[in-house]
């Protein structure tokens, strides 16, 4: 008897290597490392590698392969190149110059079929599906010639995956060997090898397929992609993704300051110490036009429909409506203009244009949820 499940898998698309990987990865991560921990426990000093090789690689994806090498979004010295690359390949996300080429890929044919991680063929072949399937011929790296120019790129190109071998296992086994014997270095293997793994990947997976799914479209509804304050906590700052495929050149993903975003805070640092420089930021008024332009959007939705509000909401809700959407589209063209013609324009009016559109946007959320709860 067949398993229908089974009989739907193209196996003969299957892309064994990075499958067969995935799965040892995963099934030791939920078994092993349990037991293990059961078994041995844990100590202060296995915890401690965990974070050294979950921060270290973490970052090495956020910092280096994402807004370093994919966005450019700064310009890094070699020992940043170097650590962001050697620690990179320990996670196991490929080389540099094939993750660089399938993100840039992704930004410029984001939710279409070129879109290597394309969520309109759903969450899960967003989160993981597109690495275990090959779907098409192998396309060409047009996209990165000018990492294919960079020695350490190529170099690590070439040695990716023994280095990801020797320093993302090899060494915290060998540390953990230095600690306590046999069960350390398996113990470090297991955790700051196996678990953190695990962990590192899904984190990025979750950018793909999470941040494409849940959460606010502040700055665009151009794409799928969405801003997440929750994802941001575990993905170094990535999580603010919709912010980030307005504006993929900004060295910021969370770009408020209240945002949580430490891969920000990393490159900033660095830059105070002469590693990094020239820092790309997006100007405060593009942003706050782009922000402006998304409520004028929603809030032209809204007024599409004007009974289901006046029906649901009542006369003074529409006419309030109506009133603050006047007020934006004024702010805006203002806004537009003074951009146009070169006029600057005060700190404090720009802090007052985007509280306003703040709180405008949170009134239309409301509006939604009014609707949506009477629907
Ligand atoms: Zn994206
Ligand atoms: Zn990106």
Known sequence: MQIPLLKRIPWNRVNWTTSIFLAVINTLAVTAVPLFIWHFGLDWFQVGLFFFFFITTGLSITLGYHRLFSHLSFKAKAPVKLVTLVFGACAFENSALDWCCDHRKHHKHVDHDDDPYDITKGFM???????????????????????????????QHRWCIPMAFAVGFGLPALLGF???????????????????????????????????????????????????????????????????????????????????DPTKWSIWILEKLGLVSDLRRVPDEKILLAEMNEARRRAALQLQEPEAITTVLGHQMHDMLTHLSERLAANYEALEKAMAEQVEISRQLI???????????????????????AA
């Open 125 to 155: 072949w967003a989160h993981i599906g597109w690495l275990l399937f090959k779907l098409g011929p192998e396309q060409p790296m047009d996209n990165v010639n000018d990492l294919k120019r960079d020695k350490l790129v190529m170099w």
């Open 178 to 260: 230095l600690w306590n014997g046999w069960v350390g270095a398996l113990g470090a293997f297991l955790i700051a090898g196996v678990l953190r793994v695990f962990i590192v990947q899904h984190c990025t997976f979750f950018i793909n397929s999470v941040c494409h799914t849940v959460g606010n479209q502040p700055y665009s509804s151009r794409c799928s992609a969405r801003d997440s304050a929750f994802m941001a906590l575990f993905t170094f700052g990535e999580g603010y993704h919709n912010y980030h495929h307005e504006f993929q050149h900004d060295y910021r993903n969370g770009v408020k300051r209240t945002n949580f």
């Open 351 to 373: 802090e007052h244009w985007r509280r306003e559109t703040r709180e405008f946007a949170e009134f239309l959320t409301d509006i939604d949820r009014r609707l949506l709860a």
